[in-house]
């Protein structure tokens, strides 16, 4: 049935693409007479979500001036979706959201915010470049297919990664490379001394193992989290540890080849790496 012909009740997810070709989701929260209370999801992707995406259920924060934080992008908007929007099924609501914010009539909507701050992340910290350029290095994964794999890592277990390893090795050798490397460039977009809660004047020992078990830990946290963290340059907890997410792609490959991993990424992790930004 198409959009025009019924009505947007809650827990329905409709998803169109920006001017710039990626995929975003919105999900109807309350419907009152012919206005909707809408949630931005923090699903942002080059191909469109599918229901299960557990990006549906997470809000997209913005930040809000007024009150100098993040908060969930959520907006009352006029009449059905136009064309553009397509329904794409419905989710489990957990919990009521509530909003004073109008943003106009729902055919010309589209969320401007998720937008512009993805792609200043792109512009400002995605595009920076490794300390070494020169080797023959594997492609990195693209961000939802990464992200649904570090999904599987459950920290509340004896083996939180076993998961995940289970699953890389029945994948492609290439994948596994293709992961590593992925891998490598988050922790190393990671590797920043505001992360570090360093600035010029310190002069507290930052241990630099504990800092990157620490950008680990951020990693399992998920892609929401880490977008955050990246986004608004959040201070690292140093008493966290995931050092198990290193060895991940080495034993997934071990167990698929019975060899050695060998393979090397063009992003080094290690603290300090990414020397532009301690230079600063």
């Known amino acids: 049935m198409s959009n025009k012909m019924k009505k947007p009740v809650p827990g329905q997810v409709y998803t169109a693409q920006f001017p710039n070709h990626y995929w975003f989701a919105l999900v109807v929260l309350n419907v009152v007479e012919n206005s909707y209370l809408v949630y931005t999801t923090s699903y942002y992707s080059k191909i469109p979500p599918e229901i299960e995406d557990p990006c549906l259920s997470q809000f997209y924060y913005g930040y809000d001036l007024h009150l100098k934080r993040p908060e969930p992008s959520i ?108 891998l490598s460039h988050k922790l190393f977009l990671l590797d920043r001394p505001e992360h570090a809660g360093v600035d010029g004047e310190s002069e507290e020992y930052l241990s630099p ?25 959040a201070e690292i907890d ?7 997410l290193l060895e991940v792609a080495s034993e997934a490959y071990s167990r698929k080849t019975g060899e050695t991993f060998d393979y090397v990424s063009r992003f080094d992790y290690e603290t300090y790496s990414n020397t532009s930004a301690w230079e600063k």
Not at 142 to 167: N, V
Not at 212 to 223: H, K, N, P, S, W
């Open 209 to 233: 193992d504990a800092f990157l078990y620490a950008r680990c830990a951020v990693i399992t946290e998920g892609q929401h989290y880490f977008d955050q963290v990246v986004k608004e340059a």
């Open 238 to 244: 140093l008493e966290w540890d995931a050092e198990e």
């Open 75 to 182: 907006y009352w908007i006029d009449g059905k979706p136009g064309d553009n929007y397509k329904l794409i099924g419905e989710i489990d609501l957990k919990g009521k959201k509530k909003s004073n914010w109008y943003s106009g009539i729902w055919k010309q909507f589209f969320p401007s915010d998720l937008m512009r701050d993805k792609q200043k992340e792109s512009e400002i910290v995605y595009k920076q470049e490794p300390t070494v350029l020169e080797g023959d290095y594997s492609e990195e994964l693209d961000e939802k297919t990464f992200w649904s794999l570090i999904d599987l890592i459950d920290m509340d277990q004896e083996d939180p990664m076993e998961a995940l390893i289970c699953h890389l090795e029945k994948l492609p050798v290439e994948t596994i490379y293709a992961f590593e490397e992925t």
